[in-house]
């Protein structure tokens, strides 16, 4: 299983459209259009937010609390294991792209924590009906969404123990 990892600044954007539309990834400018996924079944570190310092363009690479709390949450949507996708090593032939840039992808990827061995890319738009399911993540786990209404996670009691206040 694989899943497309995005945040919640991206989250309506996708609803609304119905659809995950491709994007050129920042490390490979010119490159081709893709929806990129992942097999990390719990988080994908390159889909942290990444912080720049204007006056330096220093990038800071966010963590994955940090990409929560500062991006409105963190969400993942699953798709039907048809709809094309292709490994990383094959986008970056198909893609022509230059050693530079993939090269640097392959540092960024391990600071970040993430191997783009995980990664796989389709090239055309997939809209909501190839859509497997659409998860949040509360804390501890993943939690599915069905239409507007969030399904919570089964919580254990143990771990909410409410108390009086006084």
């Not at 792209?97 to 389709?122: K, T």
Request: aromatic content about 12%; charged content about 20%.
């Amino acid at each position: 299983m694989f899943w497309h990892y995005t945040t919640g600044r991206h989250i309506d954007a996708i609803f609304e459209s119905g659809k995950l539309k491709p994007q050129t990834p920042r490390w490979a400018p010119g490159g081709m259009p893709a929806v990129w996924f992942s097999t990390n079944n719990q988080w994908e570190p390159s889909a942290n937010c990444a912080f720049e310092r204007p006056s330096t363009r220093h990038r800071l690479l966010g963590t994955r609390e940090m990409t929560d709390v500062l991006c409105d949450g963190l969400f993942r949507i699953s798709v039907r294991s048809n709809v094309g996708v292709i490994t990383w090593g094959q986008y970056c032939s198909e893609g022509e792209l230059p050693d530079r840039n993939v090269e640097g992808c392959r540092r960024v990827a391990a600071i970040e924590g993430s191997h783009p061995g995980r990664w796989l890319a389709c090239l055309r738009e997939i809209p909501a009906e190839d859509w497997l399911q659409v998860e949040r993540w509360y804390g501890s786990q993943w939690g599915v969404i069905e239409g507007v209404t969030e399904i919570l996670p089964s919580w254990s009691d143990t771990e909410f123990q409410l108390q009086a206040a006084g």
